[in-house]
Structures are given as structure tokens and as C-alpha cells.
């Protein structure tokens, strides 16, 4: 239940930033960085009697669909989630907040901000198996049926609707939308990689009794140990392996230098872990 509870709570939070990002800077500037967010701020300009907030959902709707078919049940119900409420937000924003253009003369400066929210919280949802729906969606579908990751995935499926933006708003936004674009793309991939960044521990010491206790006790995770031979001096000693989590490292690295503060510690960053305690296959 804790788990879920966290992970509820982070799919909450993702959805709130990236409708902040798209209703605060996107739909006031005009800037399309692909996805359905962008296709309906699109839409809203070429067809007035429609605004991007009631086009939103029922483009979601579609995509919806097929999440449920291509990606299963347990993602389909957190994306029909997160959607629903990104597409709540955005419509509740555009009625209690409503913005007759940008909030302030710097485009740049609220292009920044765009990205920023929006590569931030769609990594947090893809993070937990989820997305806001759209061409997110076909992102993960993308990621799961071949060997292209989450950022390339989605630049493949928002290049096309950011193009369009040209010849709707004009060069000037059509430049900024594609440059919002690339910069979200690269944005989400170090988000995402740093989210799930994990540390790699070689230990070699001559006491390694207490370590392995203190990491397979304290801190719950497995621990290898191995014979190693000094080899200059030729002294036994053993080489004590073991991965952990950002925040438990500074944990580890502190009560090494207090068990045996002679040992020889080697801290590797590691961009992924599969496996039992940290990700499924």
C-alpha cells in the first residue's frame, strides 16, 4: 500500500506540472511541441468555436483506447488516470484562470519554462508506467515493440504535428516550437536516466564481516563477496560488491569510513538496474 500510495502521488504530481507547462506557457504562446497538448492548441487557432481545453480530452480519448489494447490493463488504467486528470487541470485552468495571452513579453523566457514543466513531469509520470496520454502514449507503445527509448520515441511522433505550427502561427512560433521540442526530448531522456540513476559499490577490505551485516541487515539489500590478492603486496583481502539507491550510498559511504576506514571503496554511477529490489525485467 505504501508503495502504491507513493506512486499515486508522484503520477499526481507529474500531471499537475506538465498542465502548468502547457496551459501557463504553451497554449499563451502559441507553442506546439508536439503531443496532443500541441495538436489542440492547433486546432483551437483554426477552428474558434473550440477551445484546446475541450479538444483535449477527446483526442485523449482516442489514444486511450489504444493504450488499453497495446500496453495492457495495469498501464491503461494509470494513463487513464494521469490523462483525465492533465485534462481536468488544463480545462480548469483555461475556466478559473483564464489568460488573454503570455504572461509576460519574453518568449524565450516562458519557452524555458515550458519545457522545463513539461519534460520534468512527463518523465516523473513515464518514471511510474504512466504518460498524460496523446502521443505519449504512442511513445511507450513505441518503447515496449521496439529497441527505440522514450525520447526518440516521442520525437518520431511530435515532429510532425510541431512542423504543422508554422504554417499556423507563423515562422517565429513554428521556430520556437521546434526548438521547445528538441529541447524537451533531451530534457526528458536526463530526467528520466538521473531518476533512475543508482550507485555501484567494489569494497575491498580486510574485515568484511560487519560491512556485509550492515548492508544486508540495515540496509536491506544483497551483498557478493569475493578473494582478492593485493597485487603488490599480495595481501588476502576481500572484495565486497553491492548496489544501492543515490540516498543510500551517502548512507553506506559514512558507515564504511566507520567500520573499517582503511578500506579501498570504488562508487561507479549506474544508469539502470534490473533486477530483484530495484527494476523488473
Known sequence: MREKFKTFAKMTAGSVVVASGVYFFNMQNGFSMGGVSG?????GNVIPFLSPGLILPALNLILLILGFVLLGRKNGMRTVYCSLLYSGLVWAFELFIPLSGPMTDQPMLELMYSVLLSGIGSAVLFDCGASSGGTDIIALILKKYTSLDIGRSLLISDFVITV??????????GLFSLLGLFAK?????GVIENMNECKSFMIITENPEPIISFITQRMRRSATSMDAEGGYTGDKKKAVVTLCRRMEAIRLKKKIRELDPKAFVIVTSTSEIIGRGFRSV
Not at 504543422?164 to 512560433?173: A, L, T, Y
Request: glycine share 4%.
Open 39 to 43: 495538436l489542440s492548441i492547433i486546432l
Open 164 to 173: 504543422s505550427s508554422f504554417f499556423v502561427f507563423g515562422i517565429k512560433i
Open 185 to 189: 526530448t533531451f530534457i526528458l531522456d
